[in-house]
């Protein structure tokens, strides 16, 4: 079959309802774009190709989707679903199947076009349907009396006895190549909306001896269309649902899971426990054992098994060894990596740091561009001194070392293995292994020392 599938994704309207200058499908859910979801499912069949038809925007939506292998149509004027599909005729293959996609309808499943396809063969075409609670604005499915599909009437042109009927047109129809060519040039604009309707299609097919076929999917969710932002944010929440339901069936424990969002490509271990409103994007691979407290946000990084990260802590680009302790509010920037067993305490910085394993770096530190041995020891309130205004320079400590609190190292700068920095000091020369390194002013005490009294 795959051999032989040509896709169609529809994404050339502007959007006008969701009030915004992002165009319609480039709107994110769960962090992705709505379009890159529709192009995923699609290649889940794997297609002989698949072309996006665009119009408002083009070159903008083009862009975004530069990792993809795609072709375009554009079409200039947005004439309507029948009008958009002729403008992908020229990619689409006589022998093979053509499925019309919608850019706008994130949350389709690949399963339900496998069906949809399974029914559909050179002399007949299959749309997909849903039965709404709400079919208010939707595209009706009249059907004869036996039961098949006859026509299908848009909102604006239905009667009151149409409206009534609760099954819609998803829009995600099948169609062998070389009928879908002959039927496309007969559609005409007679309608409410002076528009050339894809749905027309169905009446041609008919009328041209083809069956015309159905299939629903399986829930509203996977059919409804986005249109505004409240449907956004509604499919947002089914889809962070059906997330969060996933991850508890294999074990992890969420606290809330209507407090759970995941924005990316997430790989997560049983007997993981994760607090409320942690947020985790990109990709994110969570070991076993490890336990993530409240208001975390996680980004494209890795936690090895057993380590924990306290409320309130942002890891980004990052990769954690096993039994680390993060927080809470720590800031783990991009380049951070900790060795096992690791610690980094409340309100510390680190970016483009190697951490060794046992290593501490427990409160008020600013890590950056910096080799850290193993066990060593970051006193309060120390800082790597790395950017000079205009370069970057790095630090290294070796294992062992222990930094007294508020120290500055300025880098370049090497602290060897098992030395000792004072507390207070700016160390801006390398100090040899073993050796201890102060460099503070002396302090002096005045004796009789009076204080000065109000006039
Ligand atoms: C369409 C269907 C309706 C169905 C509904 C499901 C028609 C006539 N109606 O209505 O039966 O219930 O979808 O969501 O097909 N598009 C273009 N170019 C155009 C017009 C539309 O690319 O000229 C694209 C849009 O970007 C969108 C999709 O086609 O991705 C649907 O267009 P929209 O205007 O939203 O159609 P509906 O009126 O919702
Ligand atoms: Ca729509």
């Not at 319609?24 to 996006?52: C, F, Q, W």
């Not at 879908?180 to 005409?188: E, F, G, Q, V, Y």
């Not at 000091?425 to 005045?446: C, F, H, M, P």
Request: hydrophobic letters at 40%.
């Amino acid at each position: 079959m795959s051999a032989k599938l040509d896709v169609v994704i529809l994404a050339a309207g502007k959007g006008t309802r969701m009030y915004s200058k992002t165009p319609k499908v480039l709107h994110k859910l769960a962090g992705r774009s709505m379009v890159e979801h529709v192009i995923d499912r699609a290649l889940e069949l794997d297609p002989r190709s698949i072309t996006l038809v665009l119009g408002h925007e083009a070159e903008l939506i083009e862009k975004q989707l530069g990792h993809y292998d795609l072709k375009y149509a554009l079409q200039q004027e947005q004439k309507g679903t029948a009008h958009a599909v002729e403008q992908a005729l020229p990619y689409l293959d006589d022998e093979a199947m053509a499925l019309v996609l919608y850019g706008d309808v994130p949350m389709i499943e690949a399963q339900s076009l496998q069906k949809l396809l399974v029914c559909t063969d050179k002399d007949s075409m299959a749309v997909l349907t849903c039965v709404m609670n709400d079919p208010s604005g939707l595209g009706r499915i009249l059907r004869d009396e036996k039961g098949k599909v006859k026509a299908i009437v848009e909102e604006k042109d239905a009667s009151a006895e149409q409206k009534v009927i609760a099954e819609i047109n998803t829009g995600i129809m099948a169609f062998p190549v070389k009928r879908l060519k002959a039927w496309l040039p007969l559609i005409k604009n007679n309608n409410a909306q002076n528009e050339y309707y894809l749905t027309d299609i169905i009446e041609l097919a008919l009328a041209d001896g083809a069956a015309v076929n159905s299939q629903s999917c399986n829930s509203e969710t996977e059919a409804s269309g986005v249109n505004n932002m409240v449907q956004l944010a509604t499919l947002e929440r089914a889809y962070q649902q059906n997330k969060a339901r996933e991850l508890m069936l294999k074990g992890v424990s969420l606290r809330d899971p209507k407090r759970f969002d995941c924005r990316g490509d997430i790989d997560i271990a049983g007997d993981v426990k994760i607090d409320i409103n942690v947020i985790l994007e990109g990709k994110v691979i969570i070991e076993e054992d490890v336990v993530i407290g409240p208001n975390c946000v996680l980004k494209n990084c890795t936690l090895k098994k057993g380590t924990q990260v306290m409320a309130n802590s942002v890891i980004e680009d990052a990769e954690i060894g096993q039994h680390c302790s993060i927080g809470p509010f720590a800031r783990i920037r991009p380049g951070t990596l900790l060795e096992d067993e690791a610690k980094i305490g409340n309100f510390v910085e680190t970016k483009k740091a190697h951490i060794g394993s046992g290593s501490k770096v427990n409160h008020l530190s600013y890590i950056g561009d910096t080799e850290l041995g193993k066990g060593v020891n970051i006193g309060a309130g120390s800082i790597t001194c790395n950017y000079d205004g205009v370069n970057k320079f790095k630090t290294i400590i070796g294992d062992n070392v222990f930094i007294g609190s508020n120290s500055a190292l300025v880098a370049p700068v090497t602290v060897a293995q098992g030395a000792t920095v004072g507390a207070g000091s700016t160390i801006t020369k390398d100090v040899a292994s073993g050796e201890l390194a102060l460099s503070r002013v002396k302090q002096s005490n005045i004796k009789g020392w009076k204080r000065p009294t109000k006039k």
